[in-house]
């Protein structure tokens, strides 16, 4: 991992915040600490032309305005990967941070080294989906509904998705997915209409072992079918296997 990565800790509480740094900056992030929701959005937005930031650790309680309202703006304008640190266990917290937009959360208390773990793997995955992919080549011949247009595309009925640019169009229109979502989106369009489990989807946007619960894909794929839904309300390309987990529709079939 290299020691330009730049994290920006947003968190009012100085203990919490001085461990953090002090976690990260031995691991050779660069770290940036705020104390407010102001001060992260000035810095989030002078960057915006060329982000500072590539990670940012933002506190659900803020002082003056709270980490989800934060988030919920940066949305509107970046895709930038956001952990949550929420210092209240209820689902609907967490539920609502990822159905905001966040990419992962970290319940108060906390072990440093948990989110310094978090950190590694959320820029991991952003890194994996920047990369050129290898060629798929294991596709069976008589299963039509993926269609490759090439090694970093991949097609699905109205959908398309480029590996190499992190770009997913719906209907010709773009769609901007957070690293979670397209994740998601990128393992059932290589699944080719197989149906994947929730622990299968789990480890395309997680490391295997990511203390989190599989329902947290249920939100993601909520939030991912939104997205598509406000493009064109009658096409759901993502098909329910109840008790079981997610698959694309086989292209002819509703």
Do not use: C
Request: charged share 20%; no cysteine.
């Amino acid at each position: 991992m290299s020691s330009s990565l730049h994290i920006l800790i947003v968190e009012d509480e100085s203990s919490i915040a001085d461990t953090l740094t002090y976690a990260l900056e031995k691991d050779y992030f660069q770290v940036t600490w705020l104390e407010t929701a102001q001060a992260a959005m000035q810095a989030l937005n002078q960057g915006s032309a060329q982000t500072p930031f590539d990670l940012v650790i933002l506190d659900v309680g803020l002082p003056d305005m709270s980490g989800f309202d934060v988030l919920r703006t940066l949305r509107q304008q970046s895709q930038l990967p956001v952990i949550m640190l929420t210092a209240r266990s209820e689902e609907i917290d967490r539920i609502l941070g990822l159905e905001i937009g966040a990419d992962d959360y970290v319940t108060k208390p906390f072990s440093p080294r948990e989110v310094v773990a978090r950190v590694k793997a959320v820029l991991k995955r952003l890194t994996l989906a920047a990369s050129p992919p290898v060629t798929p080549r294991a596709m069976a011949a008589d299963t039509p509904p993926l269609g490759i247009t090439a090694a970093n595309v991949r097609r699905h009925g109205a959908l398309q998705l480029d590996s190499d640019t992190r770009q997913v169009q719906f209907h010709q229109q773009p769609v901007q997915l957070t690293l979670a979502e397209f994740g998601l989106l990128e393992a059932l369009l290589k699944a080719n209409g197989r149906v994947l489990t929730r622990p299968q989807l789990m480890e395309s946007i997680w490391t295997p072992n990511h203390p989190s619960d599989e329902r947290v894909i249920d939100t993601h794929i909520k939030t991912l079918r939104a997205k598509l839904r406000d493009i064109h309300q009658q096409d759901d390309p993502i098909q329910t296997h109840r008790g079981v987990g997610y698959s694309l529709k086989l292209l002819g079939r509703s």
